[in-house]
């Protein structure tokens, strides 16, 4: 079982890999590429902190310009 702060230490390692799956990755591979490093993060979690999870990793996308949303450019963590 994770606790919160090691869910959001995997979080910000996640949002710091994210850059680097756009340069790696052909455009229609990224998000896939993402779910597959955040998946494992998901199945691993306390049912409490799934919804958080789920937020920020969207907060995360939308950031990176991957998914409309409202948080262009901000922090997520």
Excluded at 29 to 36: C, I, N, Q, R, S
Aim: proline share 5%; with cysteine; glycine share 6%.
């Amino acid at each position: 079982m994770k606790t919160r702060a090691e869910i959001d230490a995997e979080l910000q390692r996640l949002e710091q890999r994210l850059p680097r799956l756009v340069d790696e990755c052909e455009p229609d591979e990224v998000l896939e590429a993402f779910a597959g490093e955040a998946e494992c993060l998901v199945e691993q979690a306390p049912v409490e902190y799934v919804e958080h999870i789920h937020a920020t990793i969207s907060c995360m996308l939308s950031s990176a310009g991957l998914i409309p949303g409202d948080n262009d450019g901000e922090s997520c963590a």
